[in-house]
């Protein structure tokens, strides 16, 4: 399995970016997907994730109405748009898929579902 994120980099307090996650190496329409953050100095923590179809999502309370998950099945890609970005929001953001198919959104937080992880991408919110 192979998971590459992109989108991340430098944005001011306030502002917005679009992660991507293209996954590889797997039957990406039966998984459910996630977003997870690791600041500096801190463990990594759930942001988002999202069933199988697209229809259920659930997010951290830290993120809630500021960030959508989604995900396009025919393009094997799950995405995290991030507004009204602060700057508790910089960490390194990582994909996540679960180490079994058909797992539920809410599941799919607890980090030790996760068995593969991409490489992570830098976001930064400068305030």
């Known amino acids: 399995v192979q998971l590459v994120e992109s989108g991340g980099g430098l944005v001011q307090a306030g502002g917005s970016l679009r992660l991507s996650c293209a996954a590889s190496?797997?039957?990406?329409?039966?998984?459910?997907m996630g977003w997870f953050r690791q600041a500096p100095g801190k463990e990594r923590e759930f942001v988002a994730t999202?069933?199988?179809?697209?229809?259920?999502?659930y997010y951290a309370d830290s993120v809630k109405g500021r960030f959508t998950i989604s995900r396009d099945n025919t393009k094997k890609t799950v995405y995290l748009q991030m507004n009204s970005l602060k700057s508790e929001d910089t960490a390194v953001y990582y994909c996540?898929?679960?180490?079994?198919?058909?797992?539920?959104?809410?599941?799919?937080?607890?980090?030790?579902?996760?068995?593969?992880w991409g490489q992570g991408i830098q976001v930064t919110v400068s305030s």
């Open positions: 999202i069933n199988t179809n697209g229809g259920t999502t």
């Open positions: 190496g797997l039957t990406f329409g039966i998984y459910a």
């Open positions: 996540g898929a679960p180490t079994r198919p058909f797992t539920t959104a809410q599941f799919t937080a607890v980090m030790t579902s996760v068995g593969s």
